[in-house]
Every structure is written in structure tokens, then in C-alpha cells.
């Protein structure tokens, strides 16, 4: 008979992501029996309320020791906590952002909430992912419900058309990983990512159809990313899709795609390492190039973030492909960062925005410092910071990612990573010169929500306020990636 001391600390693993769920099936049924004019209100509160409680009950796993469940489909690490705490932070801190907007327009609505968490407790299981089959589960919940989000607008066509682009890119990226899934298990006869692992080691590396699965694998991660050349569809569902919903996909799956890039190509495919960095190392430099470049041309301020994203989806490989603990670290630090920064980014977005203006437009910036003097600071120090300008996190988020090349030998990939951000820094520069010193389309001041503008404020500030704490962060980051895995 099982201890069922050890069988209950093993359910417990997953306690976060039971809960999320079952808050959001709760809010679901919530929703129908309350009246309509109090319903979206409180299941908006309840699901911040879920968000941070879920984070609260993560919060121990980032100093406890690496536990394996449910027969090897589930393991809690320092890496999977650290990781869930960033994704219901930062989605509570987009729900806050968003709660104008929505009303505004009519989508205010406690489904699109419920959906909301459903996505983030998809991305919670494939961070805690230990077996193809769980990994693909997580995936696939998180990336249904974006779809339903995407299309929530229902009364706007563009909305409709990004969410079928993203529906049938995303299924097609799905249908190349699973295949590449199961050519991995032919190879290795089994789906635990620990096992084949260790069943890659005796097989020869020359071996076509190994070869092949890594391809599939690599270009189905790509496509997930939106890097160079599978990012069609990035621009395009990003300015198609609500501001909402841009924010949230724009910022919470970033951190989850690191895990899924960690789980499988690392702690999986490790032993290929070889293999599939070169692959890398080409998506990474095409990325960070074409979405630099393309986004110096662009006037809508939507899709100059989409291809910002596609450059530092790209960026975040560097860490990646460098195949050291310290790329890994550095990675990680740089999702992290670059999620937060990319919340803000949106959200500023958001706060503009009014019912009869999305505020999406980079000419809607100008003169923005004598409109609303406040928020074009906050303007100011984000796009410093994305732009990778000392003294900001930006900076040394970058900066950890080129010291890691620098240390795995990389030194060429290193100075071309430095030289494109050098170039990606016009477009954000731009952004401050339109908001300083451009004269206004518009005089009529520019006001936002005291509680959204107050997240805002703290967002960004966070910014330059963690500068003290940087070192600790980097510590706590590589201490996440020593504690990988079982």
C-alpha cells in the first residue's frame, strides 16, 4: 500500500495549478447566476484574487527541492515556481490594464476572464511539464483559449480574421511538433523527457531520422516564438487583436515559451545540443535583424511592438543556444524582464486608449509630454529601457545574454547581437522624440484611470527602482537553473 504521506505531498506539487483551474470553472458558474450588472465586476475581482492567491501558494516551491508526480508527467523545481509566480503576477498586473478598454467596448465580460486563467493555468502545467504528453496538454489549453480571446471582439473583423490567422498557424505549429514528438518516441521508445534524455546519449547523432525530429521540434518552437522566418503571423495578431488581449499575449506566454524551450530542448534534447544550436543561432541573428529593421518602418505602435518582440524573442535565444547554465540564467532574466517591460508597454497603450480612440497610432504620441506630462515619463524610462539604454533593467537583461556568449565562445554571435540592438534602438528613440518633441495632432489633455495608471506608474518604475537588487535577481536566477530538473 502507497504512504499516503507521500501520495498527498506529491497531489500537493500541483496545488496551484488545481486551484487555478478549479477558480476558474468557479467563476464560470458564478457568472450565471448573478445579476448582469454586478456579474463581470466580481468575477473580474475574483480572478485577480486567483491570481495572486496561486501565486502565494508557488511561492515555496522557488527554495524547495525538485519533486517528481503523477508517474513522472509533473515535477515541481525552484525553475517551475519562480516562473508561475512571474506568469499570475504579470497577468493579474494586464486584467487591471485591460479593465477600461473592456468596458469601453463591450467585452468586459467575466468569460473573457474565465478564459484568461484557463490559459494561464495551460502555461502553468507545460512549465511544470515533464513529459511530452503534459507539455503538449499545457500548450495546447494555453494557446485555445488565446485563440477565444483574440476573437472576443466579436464586433470587430479584424479581431475575427487575427484569430483565424493565429487558429491555423498555431495548429500548424502543432500538428510539426507533434510529429517531431513522435519521432522522438520512436527513437527512444519513451515520452518522459528524463528518459529520453538518457536514451539520446548511446544513439548515434548521424541518424537521419533524429536529425529530422530535431527540425520539426526547433521549427514548431519557432512558429510558437514568432521568429524570423516563421513571425507572419506576429504583426498582424497583434494589431488585429483587442489591446487586452495584444497585452496579455504579448507579455505571459513569453515567460512560458522559455519553459517549453528549457523542458524540451535542454532537459530532452540536451545530448543535441550541437544540433539544434545552429539552428538557433540562425533564427536568433535573422530575428533580432528583420524585426529591428521592419520596425523602424512601421507607424502603427502595435505592430512596432510586434516586431520589437520578434528582435527580443530572438535576443532570448542568444542565451539559449550558448548551452551553459548561464545562458540559461541569463535567458531566464531576460523573459522575465522583458515580459514585465512588454506588460508596461501595452498597458501605457491601454491607459491612453479612450472608447472612440485605440491610440495605436505612433502620430497619437506626439506632443505627448504636454498632454499628460506623467505618463510621457513612464513613456520615457520604458523605452530606454527596451531599447537596452543604461542605467535600466533593459541594460543589464541584454547585457547578461552578451556576457554569456562572450563566455561560451561566441564571440562573433556576441558582437552582431551588440550591433543590431544598436540599430533596434532608433525605433524606441523615435517613440521619446515623437512624445518631447513633436507638436501635438490633439491639445486636449490625456487622462487614465487612477487605478490603471497607478499599476502603470509601479510597472515601470520597477524598472529603475530594482537597479539596487539586480545582482540578487541574476543570483536568484542562476540558483532556479542549478536547481533544474530532477
Not at 520512436?186 to 539520446?200: D, F, H, M, Q, Y
Request: proline share 3%; net charge neutral.
Amino acid at each position: 500500500m502507497p504512504d499516503m504521506n507521500l501520495v498527498s505531498l506529491k497531489t500537493a506539487v500541483a496545488l496551484p495549478e488545481i486551484f487555478i483551474a478549479a477558480m476558474a470553472s468557479l467563476i464560470l458558474i458564478v457568472g450565471l447566476f448573478l445579476r448582469e450588472d454586478s456579474r463581470d465586476r466580481t468575477c473580474y475581482w475574483l480572478s485577480l484574487l486567483t491570481l495572486v492567491a496561486t501565486a502565494a501558494l508557488t511561492f515555496d516551491g522557488i527554495v524547495g527541492s525538485p519533486i517528481s508526480a503523477f508517474n513522472g508527467l509533473f515535477i515541481s523545481d525552484p525553475m517551475s515556481a519562480l516562473l508561475k509566480i512571474a506568469v499570475c503576477l504579470i497577468s493579474a498586473t494586464v486584467f487591471v490594464y485591460s479593465r477600461q478598454y473592456n468596458l469601453d467596448r463591450d467585452i468586459f465580460k467575466s468569460e473573457y476572464y474565465v478564459l484568461g486563467l484557463f490559459s494561464v493555468a495551460g502555461m502553468m502545467v507545460m512549465i511544470s511539464a515533464d513529459h511530452l504528453l503534459t507539455l503538449y496538454l499545457g500548450l495546447e489549453l494555453m494557446s485555445l483559449c488565446l485563440y477565444a480571446m483574440i476573437a472576443f471582439y466579436r464586433d470587430d473583423k479584424l479581431a475575427v480574421e487575427s484569430a483565424m490567422k493565429y487558429f491555423v498557424l498555431g495548429a500548424l505549429a502543432s500538428s510539426i511538433l507533434l510529429y517531431g514528438m513522435s519521432l522522438i518516441y520512436g527513437l527512444t521508445g519513451s515520452l518522459e523527457l528524463g528518459a529520453i534524455s538518457n536514451t539520446l546519449s548511446a544513439i548515434d547523432q548521424s541518424n537521419l531520422a533524429l536529425a529530422l525530429a530535431v527540425v520539426f521540434v526547433v521549427v514548431s518552437l519557432a512558429f510558437k516564438l514568432g521568429v524570423v522566418p516563421f513571425h507572419m503571423w506576429v504583426p498582424d495578431v497583434y494589431q488585429g487583436a483587442p489591446t487586452s488581449t495584444t497585452a496579455f499575449m504579448g507579455s505571459v506566454p513569453k515567460i512560458a515559451a522559455f519553459a517549453i524551450i528549457v523542458r524540451l530542448l535542454v532537459g530532452g534534447l540536451g545530448e543535441l545540443h550541437e544540433m539544434w544550436q545552429q539552428m538557433l543561432i540562425i533564427l536568433a541573428i535573422l530575428s533580432v535583424a528583420v524585426g529591428n529593421i521592419i520596425a523602424i518602418a512601421q507607424d502603427n505602435l502595435k505592430r512596432m511592438l510586434a516586431y520589437s518582440t520578434i528582435s527580443h524573442m530572438g535576443f532570448f535565444l542568444f542565451g539559449i543556444l550558448s548551452g551553459t547554465d548561464a545562458g540559461y540564467s541569463a535567458s531566464l532574466f531576460y523573459v522575465i524582464i522583458y515580459a514585465t517591460m512588454s506588460a508596461a508597454a501595452f498597458g501605457l497603450i491601454l491607459c491612453l486608449s479612450s472608447k472612440n480612440n485605440e491610440y495605436d497610432k505612433l502620430s497619437d504620441l506626439a506632443g505627448l509630454s504636454r498632454r499628460n506630462p506623467g505618463l510621457a515619463l513612464l513613456l520615457l524610462i520604458l523605452m530606454l529601457s527596451m531599447a537596452g539604454i543604461p542605467p535600466t533593467a533593459g541594460f543589464f537583461a541584454k547585457l547578461s545574454v552578451i556576457q554569456s556568449l562572450i563566455n561560451a565562445g561566441l564571440i562573433w554571435v556576441a558582437v552582431t547581437a551588440v550591433i543590431l540592438a544598436v540599430i533596434g534602438a532608433y525605433y524606441y528613440l523615435r517613440v521619446i522624440k515623437l512624445a518631447y518633441f513633436d507638436s501635438p495632432v490633439n491639445e486636449t489633455p490625456v487622462s487614465a484611470r487612477s487605478d490603471s495608471k497607478a499599476v502603470l506608474t509601479v510597472n515601470i518604475l520597477l524598472i529603475v527602482a530594482i537597479l539596487p537588487w539586480i545582482g540578487t535577481l541574476i543570483s536568484i536566477c542562476n540558483d532556479v537553473i542549478a536547481g533544474f530538473g530532477v
